[in-house]
């Protein structure tokens, strides 16, 4: 008995050493996968905002609006489109749409409110005079300084009353972000204009703004498209398009 009883106890000893070591084994197993799951995180992308390159700087605002309002300053002809949403007290065009000159020529089409009511006209300003035409009946001729009472599109383009002084006079600009408008890609800058700048674009209006342009990423960075954000719920949009290309403006017969 005491043979029978010493095997059992080495037996027992023996299974108990291999219980340890595997337990040991299955230890370090788990160990082992703790370690290839982390670096299998690291690799399928967990740690990958850390070495992703950093964004690139906006370019600074004022260069941009520098750049900007020479190379508009010097522009021969372009498309406007202007459409005003809300009210903008002193305001009385809605819309305007059509092609003008450096040299104070223009036709197109627009949207104006004539004693409470929007009318839908054609225009040609050439020549020292303005041709209207309204709903109805033909074209009216009335003196070219009318327009300014209402809507002068030979400002657009003159480097001392128009967009090119509107860029050159923003206030507390800063640029904001890189986004494409129209397929372009643009700076967005946003900044304040003051209503003595303002009144040569938009005549009558009443206070001063908040403006936000579009500005070419590349090349001029001529203005792609601006928002000019007034008191209350008014705002003008205005964008630009087919800079320098040939317009032919003549009187109506």
């Known amino acids: ?9 080495r037996r ?10 595997g337990m040991v084994l299955r230890r370090r197993f788990a160990g082992a996968l703790v370690l290839v799951a982390a670096l299998l995180a690291g690799c ?17 605002a004022a260069t941009l ?24 007290p002193g305001l009385s ?10 040299a104070g020529s223009a ?9 409470g009511e929007l009318a839908e006209i054609e225009f040609v300003l050439t ?13 009216q001729k009335l003196p070219a300084s009318l327009a300014s009472s209402i809507y002068d599109p030979s400002a657009i383009l003159d480097p001392n009353r128009g967009v090119p002084k509107l860029l050159s006079t923003m206030a507390d600009a800063k640029s904001v972000a890189a986004e494409d408008v129209n397929g372009t890609p643009t700076i967005k800058v946003t900044g304040k204009v003051t209503k003595d700048v303002l009144t040569s674009l938009l005549p009558g209006i009443q206070s001063d703004a908040n403006a936000t342009f579009w500005l070419a990423r590349d090349g001029r960075h001529l203005p792609v498209k601006a928002t000019i954000a007034f008191p209350g719920n008014g705002s003008a949009d205005v964008t630009l398009s087919n800079v320098d290309k040939p317009v032919t403006v003549t009187a109506p017969a």
């Open 1 to 9: 008995m005491p043979a029978l009883g010493q095997a059992a106890s």
């Open 12 to 21: 027992g000893f023996v299974i108990s050493g291999l219980y340890d070591a």
């Open 44 to 60: 399928s992308g967990g740690g990958g905002d850390a070495s992703a390159p950093a964004a690139a700087p906006l370019p600074d």
């Open 65 to 88: 609006l520098a750049a900007s309002a020479q190379a508009t300053g010097a522009l021969t002809s372009a498309h406007i489109a202007l459409d005003v949403t809300g009210t903008i």
């Open 93 to 102: 065009v809605q819309s305007i749409d059509g092609d003008l000159t450096k």
């Open 107 to 115: 036709k197109g089409t627009g949207k104006v409110s004539l004693g």
């Open 127 to 139: 020549g020292g005079s303005l041709y209207v035409k309204g709903p109805t009946g033909g074209f």
